[in-house]
């Protein structure tokens, strides 16, 4: 069963508290990307991945942190730098072979509150 | 903003009815998608339609596209409660150059959405 998972599905966080949100495929992906949305709002992009050890800032990076040390896993850290990370975090991938499609696969997503 | 916006924000009607969907946005684009988001769910792809492209269908959803008013349409025709969601519309305008590849990522860019209700 092909897909790309994300857990926990819920995550609780103490202030000044980092936090590891995990996202797995098996796609065969290069490309990875971790969005955050907020009630109302439409997808902000934080960090994308092309390649492994290689990613990118997005609009809003700060007070997170991604790793790509295998082609299938994108996790995210969210750091006690991050001053309002109560969200809802969503992953996705994509393939390069096919980039002028772009079409994103996404996970089932992390809600993250911070207590 | 890059980023295209919905309009209406909030959609309902009943069962059978015909859901339209508009999306508005700034700058040319290379292609232009629909996602779909039912409550606390990841994203799940609907349709795209390339910038040379005016009017694409799949299954009951059409999709129209007018580059000269930066403008896309999503229609869902005989909708069904199980439609209930949020219906997000997606440019990709930036490309992104991948190292050592010689190929290019496409950057989407989302808007607010629309919250369709299916009453039945």
């Known amino acids: 069963d092909g897909g790309i998972t994300q857990s926990p599905k819920y995550l609780f966080r103490k202030e000044g508290q980092n936090v590891t949100l995990s996202c797995e495929q098996n796609?065969?992906?290069?490309?990875m990307y971790w969005y955050r949305q907020d009630p109302g709002q439409g997808l902000r992009l934080i960090y994308y991945s092309q390649i492994v050890n290689d990613f990118q800032k997005g609009d809003i990076a700060e007070g997170y942190s991604v790793s790509r040390e295998k082609k299938e896993s994108f996790p995210l850290t969210v750091t006690s730098a991050q001053k309002n990370p109560t969200a809802f975090y969503l992953c996705?991938?994509?393939?390069?072979?096919?980039?002028?499609?772009?079409?994103?696969?996404f996970g089932p997503g992390t809600r993250l509150t911070v207590l | 903003s890059q980023q295209g916006e919905e309009d209406p924000q909030a959609l309902s009607i009943q069962e059978g009815e015909n859901a339209t969907m508009n999306c508005s946005y700034k700058?040319?684009?290379?292609?232009l998608q629909w996602y779909r988001q039912n409550s606390g769910r990841g994203l799940v792809h609907l349709i795209l339609?390339?910038?040379?492209?005016r009017e694409k269908h799949s299954g009951r959803l059409r999709v129209t596209l007018d580059t000269s008013k930066k403008s896309s349409s999503l229609l869902i025709t005989a909708s069904r409660a199980a439609d209930t969601a949020s219906y997000f519309c997606?440019?990709?305008?930036?490309?992104?150059?991948?190292?050592?590849?010689?190929?290019?990522?496409?950057?989407?860019?989302f808007g607010r959405g629309t919250q369709l209700t299916v009453w039945p």
């Open positions: 996705a991938s994509s393939t390069l072979r096919d980039t002028i499609t772009d079409t994103q696969y």
């Open positions: 796609l065969n992906h290069d490309a």
């Open positions: 700058t040319s684009i290379n292609n």
């Open positions: 339609i390339r910038s040379n492209e």
């Open positions: 997606a440019t990709v305008t930036l490309f992104l150059p991948v190292a050592d590849r010689g190929s290019t990522l496409g950057r989407l860019y």
